[in-house]
């Protein structure tokens, strides 16, 4: 059709039961529309990232002009109104942020697009905690580490930070101030379990299979308040997946959560 086209190619040998060969088998697969849509759907995710993201930096800077305008400064109604754009432009920049990460995440090639290493996970954990460390100061909350020191594992360090991060973020989140947050890394022989532990609100058992989906919210009301874009867990799945691991949660409302995520180790 005078189109490029892209073709997987199968050849295989036709021998009869004796070990005769009869022939040979030649299937040629057009995989063109398959290649097309996969980068389709990838173009898609950087052009929402492009299309998205410059506008809402345009309102953001205007706002925070208009907001350091000295002659706008006496009319508390106007600045009361420019704070709500700017808090609302934030928060949609924020979930536009973890939009991107989770389509990331779920359309890259596991080959070509993460960077495994045998990397050691105290240093993921450091590095995770450095990133939440405003957050757990602005509550007063304690975090405790513990791993051993020669723990290494295969995973993508940046993918794991990010998962990590996602879940002290939760921790604190949904802790009350002055409490304590524990991020735990165990070696269990075939297995390694990393846990962020937490004495917050705790999660109802009914909740517990639908935390994962994508915008789903114990309390959507409070989740928001508290900047939440009800994309973390996913995301924190989604990496978990990535690993060939697992993740799962131990909740007692009113007492606090555990979430572990589960790496198998390979043999
Ligand atoms: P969000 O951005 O709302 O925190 P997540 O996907 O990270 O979204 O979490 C989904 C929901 O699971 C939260 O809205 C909250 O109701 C519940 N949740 C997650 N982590 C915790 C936790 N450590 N303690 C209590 N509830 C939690």
Same mark, same amino acid.
């Given at each position: 059709d005078g189109k490029t086209h892209i073709i997987n190619i199968h050849a295989s040998a036709l021998v009869d039961e004796t070990g005769e060969r009869m022939g040979a088998l030649l299937i040629l697969n057009d995989v063109t529309r398959m290649r097309q849509l996969e980068t389709m759907r990838k173009d898609f995710?950087?052009?929402?990232?492009?299309?998205?993201?410059?506008?809402?930096?345009?309102?953001?800077?205007?706002?925070?002009?208009?907001?350091?305008?000295?002659?706008?400064?006496? !009319?508390?109604?106007?600045?009361?109104?420019?704070?709500?754009?700017?808090?609302?432009?934030?928060?949609?920049?924020?979930i536009i942020d973890?939009?991107?990460?989770?389509?990331?995440?779920?359309?890259?090639?596991?080959?070509?697009?993460? !960077?495994?290493?045998?990397?050691?996970?105290? %240093?993921?954990?450091?590095?995770?905690?450095a990133i939440c460390r405003p957050d757990l100061d602005s509550k007063q909350i304690k975090l405790e580490s513990d791993c051993p020191a020669d723990l290494a594992l295969p995973i993508d360090p940046f993918?794991?930070?990010?998962?990590?991060?996602?879940?002290?973020? !939760?921790?604190?989140?949904?802790?009350?101030? !002055?409490?304590?947050?524990?991020?735990?890394?165990?070696?269990?022989?075939?297995?390694?379990?990393?846990?962020?532990? %937490?004495?917050?609100?705790?999660?109802a058992e009914a909740h517990i299979p639908r935390i994962f989906e994508r915008f789903y919210r114990v309390d959507k009301a409070r989740s928001r308040e508290l900047g939440g874009t009800g994309l973390g867990l996913a995301i924190v799945k989604h990496v978990a997946q990535i690993h060939g691991g697992r993740i799962e949660v131990?909740?007692?409302?009113?007492?606090?959560?555990?979430?572990?995520?589960?790496?198998?180790?390979?043999?």
């Open positions: 995710a950087a052009n929402v990232s492009h299309e998205l993201k410059t506008p809402l930096t345009s309102i953001q800077g205007f706002t925070e002009t208009l907001l350091a305008e000295p002659s706008l400064l006496d !009319n508390a109604h106007v600045v009361r109104c420019l704070e709500i754009i700017a808090n609302n432009t934030k928060r949609l920049t924020t973890d939009l991107l990460k989770l389509s990331e995440i779920e359309h890259a090639d596991r080959q070509k697009d993460f !960077n495994f290493q045998e990397a050691p996970l105290a %240093d993921v954990i450091n590095s995770a905690a993918l794991l930070e990010l998962a990590l991060v996602n879940l002290v973020e !939760n921790a604190v989140k949904y802790s009350p101030n !002055n409490s304590e947050v524990g991020i735990s890394a165990e070696d269990k022989g075939r297995e390694v379990h990393v846990s962020v532990i %937490d004495h917050g609100t705790g999660i131990q909740s007692t409302p009113g007492k606090g959560s555990a979430f572990t995520l589960i790496f198998p180790r390979p043999m």
